[in-house]
């Protein structure tokens, strides 16, 4: 039955991917990206250690649970709602997506329709007049919940009471709404100031049977269905017998850490962002896992520190992010000299060349095996496991 709606959907079109730019493949078929993406981790890493197969979705549709949509009014004035076109600030409008989950695009086409009757501007990013900038929509694959976040050019919001009561009664299924205020000329998103407008403020969703908690800011992959088997496939790779103490780098709210915990010693989580250290700590205790501790602080400085202190551990987690990892971190690695290095890369080109780094010194990778987590998208997940020569 999956396949047969895969072949459906694969027939389908999609009106704006020449300007949109977000899925460079979705006109291939499903099965054409597949080889396509195993052809280029192939050409990259096959120098390195034996690839595996591509591990693909079983309906690789609708699968984004973190849906952004950018406000904007056209040349003759009508408010639309989309993506950026490819290379520039222009909005492409769109309603729907084959890659983003579907209650999410409702609401945002919902939202731009209530603008008018409120008589709420959307933002102009040359002038800074207006005041709807952004939409972001994040969902709990598992759990169900929906949270929504208004991006506003500033902290005035009239009639947000009788806004979000509107948006509710339309779309009973949000948990959570959020006032997010962004008034920089920013390229970034997500400003810094925000107050909870209604629910508690975050969403909640279980991956790998662990259950996180997901803030407007919280890093977490945007496709649930493919970090289980990703994880899955990492902490397989790692051989943990129980008695290892791990570092998971870069580690976020938490994810790989806490789902390894129950496979080892001792899991250490080290991640920069402050916000999502606070969500990994609570986290930890909402799935009642006490053998992990986090802390806050830069990854490399970290392990340097734990050199000097002739401090080991037997396996490095890190899964850092599309520009890579640093020389100075992977030296840092290098010198804890981990028994293995488990390195999940969302950038098969930075992976190629960090793993030209660390084989140099004195590791050797043994397998690399991609995950599909984008279809339609051109990106591919690797996970390589590499053992001290």
Known sequence: MQTEKRDVLDK?????????????????????QLEEKQKQVNMLLDKFCNVGDIIGMENPYYYRNKVHAVFDTDKKGNIISGVYEAGSHKVVSVDSCLIE??????????????????????YNEDTGVGLLRHVLIR????????????????????????????????????????????????SMVLGEREQVLYG???IEDTLCDKVFRISPKSFYQINAVQTEVLYGKAIELAGLKGNETIIDAYCGIGTIGLIASSHVKKVIGVELNRDAVKDAIINA???????????????????????????????VFLDPPRSGSTEQFLDSMISMNPKKVIYISCNPETLERDLAYIVK?????????????????EHCEVCVEMCRR
């Open 200 to 202: 508690k403020g975050f």
């Open 12 to 32: 389908l079109n999609c009106p704006v991917e020449d300007k949109c730019g977000g899925c460079q493949l979705q006109h291939l078929s499903y099965e054409k």
């Open 139 to 186: 969902t709990g694959h598992m759990s169900g919940e929906i949270m929504v976040v208004l991006v506003l050019g500033s902290h005035i919001f009239p009639s947000k009471n009788n806004f979000v009561k509107a948006l509710i009664k339309i779309h009973p299924e949000i948990t959570t709404i959020v006032m997010n205020v962004n008034n920089k000329k920013t």
């Open 101 to 122: 989950d579907q209650r999410a695009d409702n609401i945002i086409v919902t939202i731009r329709g209530m603008l008018k009757s409120f008589k709420i501007r959307t």
């Open 361 to 377: 010194r004195g590791y050797e990778a043994k397998i690399a095996i991609p995950v599909d987590m984008f279809p339609g998208t």
């Open 285 to 315: 205790k909402r799935n009642n896992i006490k053998n992990i501790y986090f802390y806050n602080q830069d990854a490399g400085v970290f392990m340097n520190q734990m050199a000097d202190e002739k401090q080991s551990v037997d396996v």
